[in-house]
């Protein structure tokens, strides 16, 4: 088992040097740079601007160098956990990005636990009714789901839950608790707020997993042994938890890989939507204004995090089936 | 027949026996089964297909509403850049039929136009005497049909002096209707490039990767493996970010369209090469193979039109993806940039909750998304039992 896990560990890490090669590479391709922008933008409303100050900050952080070394500083900065400066806010990248990553993760989390819960009654419910009116309505509703973007699923629910339980609009929580220590409060405040969020990030996952959920049940249930166990006269119930859904549920563990992608995503546009205090409203600033420290470690950020909830999901899967255990380690 | 075979440590000389051989011989067939068994793979795939009611309805739907962007200019009322200043925020009007009892055909009534001074809303009440009756094929906004030919011919027009927002409008007086019509021509257009492209570099990549294996596979990989544990959305918005402001709305279009194909490969890559690998195993590849078949052969003839049809139907499911990508770039107004008009730009408009509030109309191009998406999905899952005709549901 050990073993397994030190593997898996050791495969992620080239994974994460070439998601940093490739971050790297997108926030270095635009034209130009922050400064560029910034000089341009005060020049604009008729400001000057100190050039040394400028020159001193370009040296600072090696715009005069070469661009495999930036890279290497960059990715050689992280490992200590200095993740540059962010030009925009004058601020270092931790400082800024703070609690956002964590609110990020929060949010992300209970939208993957809140998908598992709806996704797994209605699944099953799906799989053992196939083609049943409650299977057809629950699975077009999960594609209706799929098929709102999200953005707008966000600002009409926003909309109602403003005019029927008057919640306030946007954020994670009332303005009054930003910057609050953790309080019953706060708490309840937050939770209020969280629920649109992880209803409209939700929805969009949730689908795909009803679908799939009830295609490997059904694959399932279609196996002789179903067939054998119903024949010699056991429960219905029974038959249907003792072996089929532990298969698949192998496979609802294993999803998180797939969809956290998707969530994570989600929760972007979404958090845009909202302003929601997640790191979507920042990394899009980040990029508009090309403060690529900060663009690019939201970025990098995102994709660990990924990268993180995968092997976690791995080694889940690793617990629960021993085949996938036993052979892990050597191929 | 006199045995042929030869002594030990010596090669089987070529053997075909000459006496004619009849296949049906054996088992006389039935015409029924005649029909199924020596029907071509695509009649078997139709018939499949057929039976999926909702995918067949679905394709229709999809194949009309493509159609429809042929001729978009003359299916839009009016033309898309134009301005009503009277109309500003005009709700939609309903299309009635009587008329105080009477039938007059297809009419809306007028609109009094009021500002309230207290919110400064613009009111508009219908006015039941002023009955304006719609035309058809009816000399309207002139435009440019495909931006060549001049022309005027609409397929429905407002009364002389009249006006028709069966949509409503937006807040510079611009038929909503008129700009999903016009909106469908960029948003559909792009999930088809979108798609080329991935399906381009999905079927060269993952192909290479399944056919030669070793380490181009494993490179191959790794690659997909990177792109897929990054969040799309966040990579499109920084891929999109880098374009410059500069370019013309034309160049942002093709470099959006050319975004989403570039991340959005690596799913059919993953298809194409587990496929290769699986297929390269079956018994008709290996009798291909022994019957002396070169590799280029065995592969485009025997290999690429066994899972073609898999990976059809599989590019069908991915078209959703594109054009709600498009729509989500274009709603934080990152992706296209007017004057182009696609449905995400539209709602760009609505991008605040006041919009939700008080002029709920302009949500109304996430109709044509919902309803192509939808479309979509169930012609994808139409296609993909119909590829797999030996595979009883």
């Known amino acids: 088992m050990l073993r397994y896990i030190f593997y898996r560990l050791l495969a992620a890490i080239p994974t994460l040097f070439l998601i940093s090669a490739l971050v790297f590479t997108i926030i270095e391709l635009p034209p130009g740079d922050f400064f560029e922008n910034y000089i341009a933008e005060l020049q604009a409303q008729g400001e000057t601007v100190d050039p040394r100050k400028i020159e001193y900050l370009k040296e600072e952080y090696g715009f005069d160098k070469p661009l495999i070394e930036r890279y290497f500083t960059w990715v050689g900065g992280m490992l200590q956990g200095d993740f540059g400066y962010s030009f925009e806010y004058e601020l270092p990248v931790s400082d800024v990005v703070g609690n956002r990553l964590w609110l990020t993760i929060l949010v992300s989390t209970i939208t993957i636990i809140f998908t598992w819960l709806i996704a797994f009654p209605i699944g099953i419910y799906s799989a053992t009714h196939q083609y049943s009116w409650g299977d057809y309505g629950l699975t077009f509703l999960g594609l209706l789901g799929l098929a709102t973007p999200n953005f707008l699923l966000a600002l009409i629910l926003l909309y109602f839950a403003n005019v029927w339980f008057g919640t306030s609009i946007g ?93 994570i995503s989600g929760a972007e546009v979404v958090a845009i939507v909202l302003s929601l205090e997640t790191t979507g409203p920042l990394l899009i600033r980040a990029l508009q204004s090309q403060d690529m420290y900060l663009a690019g470690s939201f970025l990098m950020f995102l994709a660990t995090l990924t990268v993180i909830g995968v092997l976690i999901s791995d080694i889940a899967l690793a617990i629960l089936d021993p085949r996938i255990r036993l052979q892990g380690g050597r191929r | ?64 509403i493509y159609l429809s962007i042929l001729i978009s200019e003359f299916l839009a009322p009016y033309s898309l850049e134009r301005r009503d200043v009277r109309a500003i925020y005009m709700p939609p009007q309903g299309i009635h039929l009587f008329h105080e009892g009477s039938f007059v055909g297809p009419f809306v009534y007028g609109y009094d136009f009021k500002l309230n001074m207290q919110t400064l809303k613009r009111e508009y009440v219908p006015n039941t005497n002023d009955v304006q009756p719609l035309r058809f094929f009816c000399r309207g906004d002139s435009y440019r049909f495909w931006g060549m030919v001049e022309s005027d011919l609409h397929l429905v027009c407002p009364a002389e002096d009249g006006y028709f927002y069966l949509l409503g409008t937006d807040r510079l007086g611009r038929d909503v209707l008129s700009r999903i019509i016009y909106g469908t021509r960029i948003s559909l257009t792009i999930g088809l490039i979108g798609i080329t492209v991935s399906f381009l570099l999905g079927i060269s990549i993952g192909g290479m990767a399944g056919y030669y294996g070793g380490w181009i596979d494993h490179v191959v990989q790794r690659i997909i493996e990177v ?120 709602l760009n408009e609505a991008q605040n909750i006041n919009v939700v509030a008080l002029y709920p109309w302009l949500i109304l191009p996430v109709v044509p998304v919902i309803l192509v998406i939808l479309a979509f999905n169930f012609l994808g899952d139409g296609l993909r039992d119909a590829a797999d005709p030996y595979h009883s549901a």
Not at chain 2, 312 to 323: K, L, R, V
């Open chain 2, 1 to 64: 027949m006199s045995s042929s075979i030869p002594p030990d440590g010596e090669a089987i000389s070529h053997f075909v026996s000459q006496t004619p051989f009849d296949p049906q011989g054996v088992e006389k067939l039935s015409p029924e089964q005649e029909k199924v068994y020596f029907a071509s793979q695509l009649k078997l795939m139709w018939w499949k297909f057929r039976k999926h009611r909702a995918a067949v309805w679905s394709g229709i739907f999809l194949l009309l």
């Open chain 2, 227 to 346: 792109l897929q544990s990054l969040p799309s959305i966040p990579l499109w918005l920084a891929l999109a970010a880098i374009m410059p402001v500069t370019w013309s709305p034309i160049v942002v279009y093709f470099g959006i369209t050319i975004i989403l194909g570039l991340i959005d490969w690596t799913g059919l890559a993953r298809a194409v090469r587990s496929k290769l690998l699986s297929l390269r195993e079956e018994e008709y590849v290996v009798a291909a193979e022994l019957m002396g078949a070169s590799p280029p052969r065995v592969i485009f003839r025997h290999l690429i039109p066994g899972f073609m049809s898999h990976l059809i139907a599989s590019a069908t499911i991915t078209i959703p993806t594109m054009i709600l990508g498009e729509t989500a770039l274009s709603f934080l107004g990152l992706g296209l940039r007017p004057p182009v008009t696609s449905w995400g730009v539209l």
């Open chain 1, 171 to 263: 954020h994670l929580m009332d303005a009054e608790y930003i910057d609050q220590p953790m309080s019953w409060a706060k708490f309840g405040s937050m939770a209020e707020h969280m629920v649109i969020p992880v209803i409209v990030i939700g929805t969009a996952g949730t689908a795909g997993m009803i679908r799939r959920l009830r295609a490997n049940l059904l694959d399932e249930l279609q196996k002789q042994y179903v067939v054998t166990a119903r024949a010699k006269g056991v429960p219905p119930t029974r038959a249907l938890v003792k072996y089929p859904l532990r298969m698949s549920l192998n496979f609802f563990i294993a999803d998180i890989g797939s969809i956290l992608p998707a969530v």
